[in-house]
T-cell receptor, first 115, second 108 residues
Framework: GAGVSQSPRYKVAKRGQDVALRCDPISGHVSLFWYQQALGQGPEFLTYFQNEAQLDKSGLPSDRFFAERPEGSVSTLKIQRTQQEDSAVYLC?????????????FGQGTRLTVV | DAKTTQPNSMESNEEEPVHLPCNHSTISGTDYIHWYRQLPSQGPEYVIHGLTSNVNNRMASLAIAEDRKSSTLILHRATLRDAAVYYCILRSWGKLQFGAGTQVVVTP
């Protein structure tokens, strides 16, 4: 596809369950970002990859959150032992370069509900 | 990270221009000013960005103050499809740091 694709679109998890969220960036895009968006709030930065290197993970809220991008394309955000406060929309974005002078393209997000 | 300040909401009539202000008094010399918008149940969408000079594209115009401490996004003729949350962001080294944004309401 032409855009950033995220799957699943919706995920319901029982508290304590592990979840994995997938992001397929635009082909050839070097940079990949994950964001968390709570209801009524702006997106909050989680982590940033340039190719397969995770250059910034300062936004990950706890060690239950883990992201990887092993081959520099598809990325997975994993949340272990989910808690109710993890309920949010998780957004993935990619851009063609790592520079500040580049637009980012966002996927539609995965809405995670922890019950 | 440098912070931006935007009004919570703005209202406009359809086919009227909309001027969305953004203050960023702590901007550094290398920060680019980016604008994104987010429609309900969608991911953010790029609108425009600039460094020092005013910028125009098919979606909007960006007017940047000479001291770069503020900027204004201009939607020339608002349509109902422009109703969204608009985010003004200072982009430094890769990541986009979102604030709360401005909710734009367009009335017919």
């Amino acid at each position: 596809g032409a855009g950033v694709s995220q799957s699943p679109r919706y995920k319901v998890a029982k508290r304590g369950q592990d979840v994995a969220l997938r992001c397929d960036p635009i082909s050839g895009h070097v940079s990949l970002f994950w964001y968390q968006q709570a209801l009524g709030q702006g997106p909050e930065f989680l982590t940033y990859f340039q190719n397969e290197a995770q250059l910034d993970k300062s936004g990950l809220p706890s060690d239950r959150f883990f992201a990887e991008r092993p081959e520099g394309s598809v990325s997975t955000l994993k949340i272990q032992r989910t808690q109710q406060e993890d309920s949010a929309v998780y957004l993935c974005a990619s851009s063609s370069r790592g520079s500040m002078n580049t637009e980012a393209f966002f996927g539609q997000g995965t809405r995670l509900t922890v019950v | 990270d440098a912070k931006t300040t935007q009004p919570n909401s703005m209202e406009s009539n359809e086919e009227e221009p909309v001027h969305l202000p953004c203050n960023h008094s702590t901007i550094s010399g290398t920060d680019y000013i980016h604008w994104y918008r987010q429609l309900p149940s969608q991911g953010p969408e790029y609108v425009i960005h600039g460094l020092t000079s005013n910028v125009n594209n098919r979606m909007a115009s960006l007017a940047i103050a000479e001291d770069r401490k503020s900027s204004t996004l201009i939607l020339h003729r608002a349509t109902l499809r422009d109703a969204a949350v608009y985010y003004c962001i200072l982009r430094s080294w890769g990541k986009l740091q979102f604030g709360a944004g401005t909710q734009v309401v367009v009335t017919p």
